[in-house]
């Protein structure tokens, strides 16, 4: 087997390549995410919806998750539908997994993007639409 030689450059001595060593940095760093989850049931036919909000601490806005379970899934199944989205979520780097997000079969998933524009009036006038579809 031949041996490698291993070069060490220090960081400030590489030309155009800051940008990724400050990149390659950040990634290895944990950083808190904060979930904020509400049940929600709506008085016309008493349909429960579920809202998962995610805030990560650099403020990068991820969408949020408008879960509407079918009348058919136990609210355990539910429940584990929503560990799996998490789970998936930490798994992508704070970021929604497709594979599961079409994997949850017996609940309407639906994601409600965040605008830099909206002012908390947009906001809630947008969320409270998806409550009346």
């Known amino acids: 087997m031949k041996k490698r030689k291993v070069i060490r450059i220090p960081v ?3 030309m155009g390549g800051e940008l990724f060593f400050r990149i390659v940095e950040f990634s290895k760093k944990p950083f808190l995410v904060s979930v904020k989850m509400s049940v929600i ?9 579920y809202v998962v909000e995610v805030a990560r601490p650099d403020k ?12 058919q899934i136990t609210f355990r199944a539910v429940e584990q539908n929503i560990k799996q989205l998490l789970d998936g979520l930490i798994r992508k ?11 949850c079969s017996k609940m309407n998933i639906e994601k409600l993007k965040h605008y830099q524009s909206d002012t908390i009036y947009d906001w809630v006038f947008r969320i409270a639409g998806k409550f009346k579809s």
């Open 41 to 49: 049931r709506v008085p016309p036919g008493n349909s429960t919806f």
């Open 60 to 71: 990068w806005s991820i969408s949020t998750l408008i879960l509407r379970p079918s009348d």
């Open 12 to 14: 400030n001595e590489v």
């Open 93 to 103: 780097g704070v970021h929604w997994d497709q594979n599961i997000l079409s994997q």
